[in-house]
């Protein structure tokens, strides 16, 4: 892509594709801006060099295995919008395809927004809706396993009819299928175990949310994008901060100084306090209630005992099944 800096044209083509219903809906930031958090609290990431990396690792793996190319499934959301344009910038529009798989009303807005997205990186894609199917999949199951008013059960469902689809896509076109999770979602198992979670390769899987965000920002991803609330999209109003606990602003600084630096529950809880108080003596005002160090000021121990034991709990996502021998390859 050495022709132009972003896989998004600068012309405004991403908003004007965009649905009318999917342009008049009023997007709201949820969370602050990742980029007032604390940066000692966060692992130093250049989202250029990271630009770079990631378009490297995916052209050099694509390349190693043969493959014609990637195929992405496709949410709208800031995540998969990333994934999309970084495999854009690296192996070209031609050799990256997208998957949109909208299974409720609830997911057809953001289908609608990529789809939009879609054309204005310039890639193939195709649009599936899975309701027929997963119907019908909850029609032959055996009643002891009914998917009615079971969200998890049926969004873990509908996850793994998703990486069907996409696997599907990838052995007919001689293609890796390309996953769209962060590090966020990956230290704490928010994703389905052979659904978001099974890909051949995960371009973000370094990154927490907050370096999402940054990287995001340096690809010229649609506000629209990065604006909206992160969710996984299988109910009304359903947000991963409600899932979670915790905003990512909160996740992230946690899951680093936890799980990369090593930190027990109650040094990680006081390493945060005192780097908000620091903050707080050095700011030249005081942020206001929605600022990241006044999120990051609420936090608390039992919160962050709770991030911890959900990611230790959730190990068995990120590891390859055992067996008996487990220094067996």
Do not use: W
């Amino acid at each position: 892509m050495a022709d132009r800096e972003s896989a998004f044209e600068s012309d405004g083509a991403v908003s004007a594709g965009r649905s009318a219903e999917a342009g008049a809906r009023q997007v709201t930031r949820s969370d602050p801006s990742s980029e007032s958090l604390p940066r000692a609290l966060l692992p130093d990431r250049d989202p250029a060099v990271e630009r770079d990396r990631v378009r490297s690792f995916l052209a050099e793996r694509v390349d190693a295995a043969a493959a014609d190319g990637v195929v992405v499934n496709m949410s709208g959301g800031l995540d998969s919008t990333v994934t999309t344009a970084l495999a854009v910038e690296a192996l070209g529009p031609e050799r990256v395809y997208g998957l949109i798989l909208p299974c409720n009303k609830v997911g057809a807005p953001h289908a609608r927004d990529a789809e939009a997205l879609a054309a204005a990186l310039g890639i193939e894609h195709d649009t599936v809706h899975l309701q027929p199917l997963f119907a019908q999949f909850g029609a032959v199951v055996p009643d002891r396993f009914d998917l009615h008013d079971e969200p998890v059960r049926s969004g873990n469902a509908v996850a793994r009819l998703r990486m069907t689809v996409a696997y599907l896509a990838a052995n007919a076109t001689n293609r890796l299928v390309c996953g769209t999770a962060n590090r966020s979602e990956l230290l704490l198992g928010y994703l389905t175990k052979h659904g978001d979670g099974a890909a051949d390769v995960f371009p973000l899987g370094h990154l927490y949310k907050s370096g999402v965000r940054a990287l995001a920002a340096e690809l010229d991803v649609p506000e629209f994008v990065v604006e909206k609330p992160p969710t996984a999209g299988f109910l009304p109003g359903q947000r991963d901060a409600d899932d979670l606990g915790a905003p990512y602003e909160v996740v992230d600084p946690v899951l680093h100084l936890g799980v990369d630096r090593g930190l027990d529950s109650e040094s990680v809880a006081e390493r945060i306090a005192a780097t908000v108080a620091e903050v707080d003596r050095t700011a030249d005002d005081d942020g206001g209630e929605g600022s990241a160090a006044a999120v990051l000021a609420g936090i608390d121990r039992d919160l962050v005992a709770d991030l911890l034991a959900r990611h230790r709990a959730t190990a068995h996502k990120r590891l390859p099944p055992p067996t008996p021998d487990g220094d067996m390859e």
